[in-house]
């Protein structure tokens, strides 16, 4: 299945366990899986970074703020949207960080991000290691993607499910690890292929431990 | 840029250290940057993960191996080619786990992994953890991607390079880390996030430390 036959679904089923206030569209691939364009469409407030406002204004939208270090985004768009730039010349963070400190210095506090996966593997990498990196600063950060939802989490917590979702437990840190409702028993990983490939036995699923970990969900339900 | 625009590179240049004996087709996004698609066309030995035998076939090849669990291969392949099918029942390793064991099982050691990332990123953040785990069985094991190559490597060692080549390295336990002809220097990096967007500056470069490294070479020049 290509990533344009995505199935839709339903537009009343949530993937997240909160309501964003900001979306942070990174530079990977656009989204087309209807759960991130409806977030897109949805949520009050979005950041681009850089290069990503080329796409989202193509679509025919206007972010509320772009970020970055400015080499990526059109001449066009540069003069047109000039109101909204906010350019960081530090080279020591990349975009999708400087998304992150902004939305932090606004207070906003439920955030997504989407389009921080699909084309270069190291930026996703990166992005996910970002996401470990700022989670404890928000309520709640999470990325979306034409797959599913990561969700970082701290200690232990319980999880709304559909029976047979897509599961996999990616640890951080997190020690005496267990699980309830998941088809395969979670423990101490030390490697990330360890905790993926699970699945939910029901509604709703537990992990129990101390410290961080990364839940991905994906939309397949088997 | 969406997948489908990459670029056509000389088809002369090698973006890999080796010349592999065979290819494990994984049944994560198809390939379509011309890299890959070389390495599909002129590897002679090409082992494909269940569900991506469908994807190779439907290209017009024929895969010398498909291994897995039996359960993505339709059944019209099934039938047509159970003189080279291995199902393998064990559910504790994935498909990809059964092909790397089925190729080092016949001795060979230079090989590559491609469609392993694209589609669901708990399977790219898994094969990624999975090359890391059994490289040091091979003389060389690799990941090919649309976007650029993944290399594993234990200890010091000298690259060539393009100048400007686009370059991320991501610290799996190695200690002392130093680098020469990179335009960031590299170090003891604790976060995936710190070894991203390098850049070579020149047509080599050097990593010199203990232990075990990623490296990401992305087709990328700038």
Request: net charge negative; charged share 20%.
């Amino acid at each position: 299945m290509s990533r344009n036959d995505v199935p839709l679904i339903e537009n009343n089923l949530d993937f997240l366990p909160f309501v964003p206030d900001a979306v942070i569209l990174a530079d990977g691939e656009y989204p087309v899986h209807e759960y991130p364009l409806r977030l897109l469409r949805e949520t009050p407030y979005i950041v681009c970074c850089d290069g990503a406002a080329n796409t989202f204004i193509s679509h025919g939208y206007i972010p509320n703020m772009i970020i970055g270090d400015g080499d990526s985004l059109s001449v066009e768009n540069r003069m047109l949207y000039k109101d909204r730039l906010l350019y960081v010349a530090d080279q020591e963070t990349n975009d999708l960080t400087k998304a992150i400190r902004f939305l932090l210095g606004k207070n906003f506090r439920n955030v997504v991000i989407l389009g921080a996966t699909g084309k270069r593997e190291d930026h996703t990498l990166g992005n996910i290691s970002l996401l470990m990196e700022h989670f404890p600063c928000f309520l709640h950060l999470a990325m979306v993607t034409d797959y599913g939802v990561f969700i970082p989490v701290c200690d232990s917590h319980t999880f709304d499910s559909r029976p047979g979702q897509q599961v996999s437990v990616f640890n951080f840190g997190a020690c005496d690890m267990r699980s309830e409702g998941l088809v395969y028993p979670v423990r101490d990983f030390s490697r990330l292929w360890e905790g993926t490939l699970n699945e939910t036995s029901g509604s709703a699923f537990s992990i129990f431990c101390k410290g961080n970990y990364l839940l991905y969900l994906a939309y397949d339900v088997k």
